[in-house]
C-alpha cells in the first residue's frame, strides 16, 4: 500500500464515522423528540382527564346543591301547608253555625270533618319530611287537644239538631235550649286558651325552622 493510499483510506475511514456519528446523532435527537412529544400528549392527556373529572365533579355538586334546595323546598311548604291548614280548622271551630237551622249545622259539621282530615294529611306530611322532633311532639299534642274540642262540639251539635227535629218541643223551649247549646259551646271555646300559648311557640318553631334551613342552604350552595 503506498502512502497516497493509506491517506486515502484515513479519509475515507474518518468519513465514514462522522457519517456514523451523525446519523447516531440524528437518532439520539429524533429520540428525544418522540420522547417529549410523548410526554406533551400524556400531558395534555392528563390535563383532558382533569379537565372531565373537574366537570363531572361540578356536576355532581350542582345536582346536590339542587336536591338539597328541593328538599329545603319541600320541607317549606310542608311546614306552611301544616300551619295553613291547623289554623283553618281551628279557625272553624271557633265559629257557630246557625244554631236553628239543621241544614247548615251540617254544613258546619261536613266542613269541621273535612278541615280535620286536611289538617291531618298535613301533619303526616310534615312528620315525613320535618326531622325536628320537638315540632313534631308540639303538633301532634296541639292537634290532639283540638281534635277532642272538635268531638265536643260535634256531639253537642248532634243533639241539637235532635232537638230542632222534635215536634214536641215548643218555640219557647226551643229557644232555651239553643240559648243553653250556645253557653256549652263557648264554654267549649274557652278551652283554646290552654293551648293558645302552645299555638303561638308553635309558629314560632316553625318559622325559626325555616331560616335555619335557608341560612344553611345558601351556606353550603
Known sequence: ?????????????????YIIAF????GK???TKDDIGKITNEIKSVESAFTNKTEILKSQLSLLTNVKSEIYSTERDAIINA?????QWL???????????????DRYIKKMNDLYHKEQACEALLELFIDDKVII?????????????????QIILYRLQKQNSDPE????????????????LIELIDKYGIISPKVRKLRLDFRNYIYSKCLNTKTEA
Open 1 to 17: 500500500m503506498t502512502w497516497q493510499q493509506f491517506i486515502l483510506l484515513v479519509i475515507i475511514s474518518g468519513f465514514v464515522q
Open 29 to 31: 435527537n429524533l429520540a
Open 91 to 105: 279557625s272553624h271551630i271557633m265559629r257557630f253555625p246557625d244554631l236553628g237551622d239543621n241544614d247548615d249545622i
Open 137 to 153: 311532639d308540639n303538633i301532634h299534642n296541639i292537634s290532639g287537644y283540638i281534635y277532642n274540642i272538635h268531638i265536643e262540639k
Open 23 to 26: 446519523f447516531k446523532e440524528k
Open 169 to 184: 218541643i215548643n218555640e219557647l223551649k226551643l229557644n232555651n235550649l239553643e240559648n243553653e247549646t250556645r253557653e256549652k
Open 83 to 87: 300551619n295553613e291548614k291547623l289554623y
